[in-house]
C-alpha cells in the first residue's frame, strides 16, 4: 500500500516575533521543515510527500527539497483555512489505495517510530491520531466567566500525524468546509467515522513560540548525544 505524508507549512511566524515563517526557521543548524522531511523519510523510504506552503514561500520550500535527492518531493499552494490546506494536498496526487498522514510542518521533534506505529494502526483499525495525556489541571471556560474543573485523566492533547486509510480520509475532505474542523480528526468524525487514539510523544512539540526553539535545540542535542553514545540517558 501507498504511503503519503501531506505536510501543513502554512505558518507566518507571527507568534515567533520574527518576519520569516517559523517552518524556516532553523534548529541545529537546519530548518524544521528539513527536520520534518528527515523523519517521514527516515520511517519509510518510498514515502511520497506533498508539501503545503503559502504561494510567497514556495521557492524556499523547494529550495530545501534539492537537499533530498531522488525523493518524491511535491509542492502546492495552500487554502485559506487548514481544512482547505489539507484538501489541497490531498488532491495533488492519485491518494487511492494508501496511507495518509497529515502532519504540521513544525512538529520537526516527530521520530521516525511514531510515524511507524501510526502507519501500522491505520492499517488495522483505519486511523491513527496520536495524543498524550494531560499533566496540567485542566478547567473549562464558561459564559458566565465562570469555569468547570476537568477529569486529567480523561483529557487528551492531540498532535500529529494523523494517519488514515485513504478511503476514509477522502471522502471527508470532500464534505463542506465547518468551523468546527479543527484537524483532520474532526473532519473524518464529522463524516461519520470513528476515531482510534494512538499514544504520542511528549517531545512532539508543535514550534510556536521562542522558547521552543530553544528546548528543540536542546532535545536534538541529547538525541545525538544518545546516537553517539548508547548508554547516555536524558
Given at each position: ?188 468524525e464529522a463524516f461519520g467515522e470513528k476515531i482510534f487514539l494512538i499514544y504520542g510523544e511528549y517531545n512532539n512539540l508543535k514550534i510556536t513560540r521562542p522558547i ?23
Amino acid at each position: 500500500m501507498k504511503k503519503i505524508a501531506v505536510i501543513v507549512a502554512g505558518g507566518s511566524g507571527q507568534r515567533m516575533g520574527v518576519p520569516t515563517p517559523k517552518q524556516f526557521l532553523e534548529v541545529n543548524g537546519k530548518p524544521l521543515l528539513w527536520h520534518t522531511i528527515t523523519a517521514f523519510f527516515q520511517a519509510f523510504e518510498d514515502i511520497e510527500l506533498v508539501i503545503v506552503l503559502p504561494e510567497t514561500h514556495l521557492e524556499s520550500g523547494k529550495s530545501i527539497a534539492t537537499r533530498f535527492t531522488s525523493k518524491n518531493i511535491h509542492f502546492t499552494i495552500g487554502g485559506a483555512t487548514r481544512f482547505h490546506s489539507v484538501q489541497k494536498g490531498l488532491q495533488y496526487l492519485d491518494t487511492s489505495n494508501s496511507i495518509l498522514f497529515v502532519h504540521d510542518g513544525v512538529r520537526c521533534l516527530l521520530t521516525p517510530d511514531l510515524i511507524k506505529r501510526c502507519c501500522h494502526q491505520a492499517l488495522e483499525k483505519g486511523s491513527a491520531i496520536p495524543a498524550v495525556a494531560a499533566t496540567d489541571s485542566i478547567r473549562i471556560a464558561t459564559d458566565n466567566e465562570e469555569s468547570i474543573v476537568a477529569d486529567r485523566n480523561k483529557v487528551r492533547i492531540i498532535q500529529t500525524p494523523q494517519t488514515f486509510k485513504s478511503e476514509l480520509l477522502i471522502p471527508a475532505f470532500q464534505q463542506d468546509y465547518n468551523e468546527s474542523f479543527t484537524d483532520e480528526a474532526t473532519v473524518v468524525e464529522a463524516f461519520g467515522e470513528k476515531i482510534f487514539l494512538i499514544y504520542g510523544e511528549y517531545n512532539n512539540l508543535k514550534i510556536t513560540r521562542p522558547i521552543d526553539l530553544l528546548i528543540a535545540e536542546k532535545i536534538m542535542e541529547e538525541r545525538e548525544l544518545a546516537r553517539k553514545d548508547p548508554n547516555f540517558t536524558f
